[in-house]
């Protein structure tokens, strides 16, 4: 049996800090009130990240992909695929994938975007996984970077404060011994409108919103669900019971949603990795983010079994299970 193995991976921060004493400050010079009570209690977001005006989602990506390289002893050149979950690619065409192949020179790999918003992590895991397990690519470089402080409406109070900027990187390859034993991945189209930037170019303008617009509540609700439903999904199929799991590192959103979902599932909140005070919200890079620092803190450990999961625009969600 080939399971997908992660080998190595990395991360990378902007440098500037932005707190939110900082940003409420910025605000109120516009006329709008925030405070860092009300983001703290609503979100446990404490502070964020935002990438300077030159730092785009390449450079990102490129920097945490070279620390995962390095962790993975597995050089740029040997590497077959390279997979980029964005919804802040750099630009329409080419892919963000494409640049960071030619700034690594990893010059045997095909490369693209995979687009599933804050899910988009997971949903390039399991392609991953799948190019992997059918054999059709040995070692896969899956990234997650987002500069989501480009389609924040800096005037809307409302989302501007959950966001922040970043990126994490996988090296996963083949193996025999253990690697992801089970993962889902699901859409439901049909709510797409409760968080949406529903902008695009149509010949020459931007048609639609450019920003990020999100009914929080619809978003909350539905996480917990679907976020629930599909843990116990991938235990099952993994025939795995939910209280052998070491870590569990859920999409960082919102403080309230981890601990809601914690509380269903009945699993102590000490078993969590919780990035969502210090990074924000930073979509697709959330998870390798979180990951990464659970891993440099010497929390996960070889043979670990975490539970990685994702949730987001789409509406979309999905959950990996994985012996590390
Ligand atoms: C966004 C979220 C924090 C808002 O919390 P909430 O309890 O639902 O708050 P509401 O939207 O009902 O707003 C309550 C009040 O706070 C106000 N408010 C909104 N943002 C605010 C801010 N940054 N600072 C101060 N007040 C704010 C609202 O205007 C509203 O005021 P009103 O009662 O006078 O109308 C919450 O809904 C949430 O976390 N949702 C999930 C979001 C998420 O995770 N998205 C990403 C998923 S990938």
Redesign the pocket.
Known sequence: MIYTRIVGSGSFLPSTVVSNNDLAKDLLCRGI???DD??VQ??GIKQRYVADVDVNTSHMAVESARMALIDSGIDASDIDLIIVATSTPDCVFPSTACVVQSKLNASRAAAFDLQAA?SGFIYSLSTAESFICSGKAKNVLVIGAEKFSRILDWND??TC??FGDGAGAFVLTASYDCGILSSCISSDGSISDI?SVSGHFDRGNVNGCPFVR?D??S??KN?VYVLEESARAVCDKACVDINSINWFIP?Q??I??IKMLSRRLGISNDKFVITVDKHA?TSAASIPLAFNVAKLDGRIKNGDLVLIQG???GFTWGSLLVRI
Do not use: D, E, K, P
């Open positions: 009130h925030t405070s009300w983001i609503r979100t804050c109070r409302s404060v959950l968080l999100m929080g509540q978003v909350f996480a999409h959103a919102n309230r949603i919200n949730v987001g625009g």
